[in-house]
């Protein structure tokens, strides 16, 4: 486990082809204008998950905002050649703490959306 910066860490510490799978679950979604070029899913970003993805390998990502998701998803859609975005079913959760993180587990005991979608490296 590392603390620090995940941009950095993908730039500098994974090699090409290196990972089989590249998870972004509620990432924050910098709601205000002149911060949105802090949001992680940016190109540069998108480059590096890309570059880092072995073939086959997949790209997870998951929020609770409809904007960030949209936008999102025609980021990838013009920066990367991934394939997708793929459906991603959700299930019942089995039990309280039957979720991949608080955002949602929160969300869904709500009864609000979560916008899913995952990527696949072809090449």
């Known amino acids: 486990m590392i603390c620090g910066d995940a ?7 994974f090699g090409a082809e290196s990972l089989a799978t590249v998870h972004v679950y509620f990432p924050d979604p910098w709601w205000k204008k ?4 802090r949001r992680v899913m940016n190109e540069q970003f998108l480059y590096d998950v890309e570059r880092t993805l072995s073939s086959g390998g997949r790209l997870h990502f998951w929020t609770d905002v ?8 025609a980021l990838i859609a013009a920066t990367v050649k991934l394939d997708g975005p793929l459906p991603v ?7 309280d703490l039957d979720y ?3 955002f949602e587990r929160r969300t869904r005991k ?4 979560v916008y ?7 090449r």
Do not use: I, N
Not at 110 to 113: D, G
Not at 116 to 122: C, H, T, V
């Open 34 to 37: 002149r911060h949105k070029k």
């Open 89 to 95: 079913g959700e299930r019942p959760a089995e039990h």
């Open 7 to 13: 941009l950095l860490l993908f730039q500098q510490w």
């Open 100 to 102: 991949r993180t608080h």
């Open 110 to 113: 709500s009864e609000l959306p």
């Open 66 to 73: 409809e904007e960030y998701f949209q936008t999102t998803l």
């Open 116 to 122: 899913r979608a995952e990527f696949r490296k072809l």
